[in-house]
């Protein structure tokens, strides 16, 4: 396996780190609604037990509980700070790692991985390792993000800062911690080949507007990354600042990244069903 130069949370967004939770809270402003609205489709309500792996600051997992009102959510981290200062009736905490060899921590009817797997060079594996914690009849829900415009062959469309940005922060991601979005959309197919039937996909694609929580989120993720940035060679500190910039002006026109939400069905009946 390719060794790389950490992990996330220790190479780059540490939670230590001043600001951290309102960083993640600016993405969950952007992409919490949509996934609310998928997981509810998919019928998480009451009776359901879930799992949210990379929980975060735990926005998803509470918003299963006050408002698709599912029974419990166990809420999974390597860090789990940000979840334990907001408790909440139904939702448990643990800090574990998803990728260790005797994280076992049951079934359950939803099993959900936001912007996690995108990290994790032993994505497949742990593809099925997650089908595996899914009950019959439970669903299992992931989510990363996709570029639709960093590096796409024989894309002759003008660059901006936006886009320079994005490309340097993908490759520093990549040289560093082993972040690989090029994978994401075989999603589907691993989760089929995990034994997940039938399995399905969309991709929401939010607009970037000046102040808004996700060009807030990509400032803030560019100058928590922009060592990793500056190491490809494609910015410097000038470019990375332009990058920053633009986002906040009405010059800013540029497709931002998606996210692509697949999901896949245990067969079989689960005795809650």
């Given at each position: 396996?390719?060794?790389?130069?950490?992990?996330?949370?220790?190479?780059?967004?540490?939670?230590?780190?001043?600001?951290?939770?309102?960083?993640?809270?600016?993405?969950?402003?952007?992409?919490?609604?949509?996934?609310?609205a998928r997981l509810r489709a998919l019928?998480?309500?009451?009776?359901?037990?879930?799992?949210?792996?990379?929980?975060?600051?735990?926005?998803?997992?509470?918003?299963?509980?006050?408002?698709?009102?599912?029974?419990?959510?166990?809420?999974?981290?390597?860090?789990?700070?940000?979840?334990?200062?907001?408790?909440?009736?139904?939702?448990?905490?643990?800090?574990?790692?998803?990728?260790?060899?005797?994280?076992?921590?049951?079934?359950?009817?939803?099993?959900?991985?936001?912007?996690?797997?995108?990290?994790?060079?032993?994505?497949?594996?742990?593809?099925?390792?997650?089908?595996?914690?899914?009950?019959?009849?439970?669903?299992?829900?992931?989510?990363?993000?996709?570029?639709?415009?960093?590096?796409?062959?024989?894309?002759?469309?003008?660059?901006?800062?936006?886009?320079?940005?994005?490309?340097?922060?993908?490759?520093?991601?990549?040289?560093?911690?082993?972040?690989?979005?090029?994978?994401?959309?075989?999603?589907?197919?691993?989760?089929?080949?995990?034994?997940?039937?039938?399995?399905?996909?969309?991709?929401?694609?939010?607009?970037?507007?000046?102040?808004?929580?996700?060009?807030?989120?990509?400032?803030?993720?560019?100058?928590?990354?922009?060592?990793?940035?500056?190491?490809?060679?494609?910015?410097?500190?000038?470019?990375?600042?332009?990058?920053?910039?633009?986002?906040?002006?009405?010059?800013?026109?540029?497709?931002?990244?998606?996210?692509?939400?697949?999901?896949?069905?245990?067969?079989?009946e689960s005795a809650r069903a």
């Open positions: 396996m390719e060794q790389f130069g950490g992990r996330y949370g220790e190479a780059v967004f540490r939670p230590e780190q001043a600001g951290e939770g309102e960083r993640i809270d600016f993405g969950a402003l952007a992409y919490d609604d949509i996934t609310m019928g998480a309500g009451p009776g359901w037990r879930c799992l949210d792996v990379g929980a975060g600051t735990g926005t998803v997992s509470r918003r299963l509980l006050a408002e698709a009102g599912v029974t419990s959510v166990l809420a999974v981290d390597r860090d789990v700070r940000f979840l334990r200062d907001r408790p909440l009736p139904g939702l448990d905490v643990l800090e574990a790692d998803v990728t260790a060899p005797d994280f076992a921590p049951g079934r359950f009817r939803l099993v959900h991985a936001r912007f996690v797997l995108m990290h994790l060079p032993e994505h497949t594996r742990l593809v099925t390792r997650l089908a595996e914690l899914v009950e019959p009849g439970g669903v299992l829900v992931l989510s990363d993000a996709v570029d639709l415009t960093s590096g796409l062959p024989g894309d002759v469309r003008p660059g901006t800062p936006y886009t320079a940005a994005m490309r340097a922060m993908w490759q520093g991601l990549r040289d560093t911690i082993g972040t690989d979005v090029s994978r994401v959309p075989s999603y589907p197919q691993l989760l089929r080949g995990a034994g997940l039937v039938p399995v399905a996909a969309e991709i929401h694609v939010p607009p970037l507007r000046p102040g808004s929580p996700l060009s807030r989120f990509w400032a803030d993720t560019w100058q928590r990354s922009r060592a990793a940035m500056l190491a490809t060679g494609l910015v410097d500190d000038a470019a990375v600042d332009e990058a920053v910039r633009y986002l906040e002006s009405d010059e800013c026109a540029a497709l931002s990244a998606g996210m692509l939400t697949a999901w896949g069905r245990k067969p079989g």
